[in-house]
């Protein structure tokens, strides 16, 4: 489906977060961190604790806008934002995908539209992925399909828009930290796999900002707030074209940022994947930040969030 531009933002009806589900995901898990690891992590935040943020304390605030919104489909959410910084460029450019446990109900793009925001501020770019989720027509294949086709039409767009894809950096939320390694690892399946594409988005970085990157972890943990019905979805008995940790090894560089006080995404994930992708000979770059939550990952005010942009100019070179 070709690019066009969307000025009445279609999608943008759909609730952006389902409260009762996070909540339900701060009363159901207590998972602590871990005492020991064998993941490189960088701790921080000494000095006075500061409340873990909630998710009204992101999102009751004044929400900046994209530029434009293009389509990648005839399917009222298949959609990319892109934000373009005010000089003329060429611009690097961040692909980013939300999270929402991978289902539209409860989360939608929009939700990044802050950290958007401030990476537009630094000259950045922005592709922010809108795609269907397991309740929308999405899970396996639907949602690879539709963050596959959203990536690939910035090669497309990239000469119009002026953006520089030199050094192309994947950032995902939560569920959208799983998708951003899978499209890191997507470039790496084979050739005749329909999922992969005939020219796939290069990928040189994903960051993944409190993935669910397992999926066949995640479809074991009872009690998770977002269930074991989605991820069951999401990995179609295709585990080798949907999880990460079992998918092809590709050459972009994986990078894991977790929080100590996330209850959502504990430390654990990140340190559970490091230990599984080094088995394969494959070295993740991992950073636990505090003491900070599930939400401060996406807040431009963190102190996680400040370490993981400083990461992002290290990747595009400036």
Partial sequence: ???????????????????????LALVLLG??????????????????????????????QPRPAADRTLTYGADPLQLVD????????????VVMIHGGCWQTE???????????DDLRREGIAVWNIEYRGVDRGGGYPGTYQDVGAAADLLAGQAKALNLDLTNTVAI?????????????ARQALPANEPLRGSTPLRIDAAISQAGIADLRAAMKREGHACG???????????????????????KA??????????RIAPPEYAQSYAADMAKRGVAVETQ??????????????????????????QLLGQ
Avoid: C
């Fill in 31 to 60: 998972i602590r961190l871990a005492d020991g690891t064998s993941v490189a992590a960088m701790l921080t935040g000494a000095g006075e604790d500061k409340p873990i943020m909630q998710w009204p304390d992101l999102l009751d």
């Fill in 253 to 262: 560089r994986q990078i894991q940022f977790h929080t100590d006080k996330d």
């Fill in 172 to 184: 995902g939320h939560s569920a959208g930290g799983h998708l951003a390694l899978w499209l890191a």
């Fill in 1 to 23: 489906m070709g690019a066009r531009q969307n000025n009445d933002r279609r999608g943008s009806g759909v609730q952006t977060i389902k409260w009762g589900a996070i909540a």
């Fill in 228 to 250: 074991t019905d989605a991820p069951t979805k999401m990995a179609g008995d295709a585990f080798a074209l949907t999880s990460p940790p079992e998918m092809p090894v590709s």
């Fill in 82 to 93: 892109v934000w373009l910084p005010k000089d003329k460029g060429p611009h690097p450019v």
């Fill in 106 to 116: 409860i989360a939608t793009r929009d939700i990044m539209n802050y950290i958007a």
């Fill in 288 to 313: 636990i930040h505090g003491p900070e939550g599930h939400v401060e990952l996406i807040a431009p005010s963190s102190r996680s969030w400040a370490a993981q942009k400083a990461r992002i100019k």
